[in-house]
C-alpha cells in the first residue's frame, strides 16, 4: 500500500514518524481516512480466520532474460505466480490429463 509522507509518495511505511505520534494523531488520522470501514462485534462474531494454503518449493528452468526481468522487480517470485494463475484461469483450471 502506498502512502503520502512528506508530499512523496512511498512505498514504505515511516515507523519513525509512526512512532511519534500520539495515539490521538494516531486516531484522527484513521478517521481521516475515506477507506476506514468502522466494524461491529456483530460483524467478528461469525468471522473465521482463513490461512492461505502454503506454497510448495519447485525446481524450474527459465530463459535467462525472462528470469533477469522477473527478478528486477519487488516480489518477483509472488509476480511469477500470478502471472502463472492468471494464465490458468484463462485457460480453464481443470486439470487436464495427458
Do not use: C, H
Amino acid at each position: 500500500m502506498k502512502g503520502k509522507l512528506s508530499g512523496k509518495t512511498s512505498a514504505r511505511t515511516n515507523w519513525d514518524r509512526v512512532r511519534k505520534m500520539s495515539p490521538a494523531q494516531i486516531r484522527r488520522g484513521i478517521e481521516s481516512d475515506p477507506d476506514v470501514r468502522s466494524t461491529s462485534p456483530a460483524f467478528w462474531a461469525n468471522a473465521k480466520i482463513v490461512l492461505p494454503k502454503p506454497k510448495q518449493a519447485i525446481t524450474i528452468r527459465l530463459d535467462a532474460d525472462l528470469l533477469e526481468w522477473f527478478r528486477n522487480q519487488k516480489g518477483y517470485q509472488t509476480r511469477i505466480n500470478a502471472v502463472l494463475r492468471t494464465y490458468m484461469d484463462a485457460n480453464g483450471s481443470v486439470r487436464r490429463s495427458r
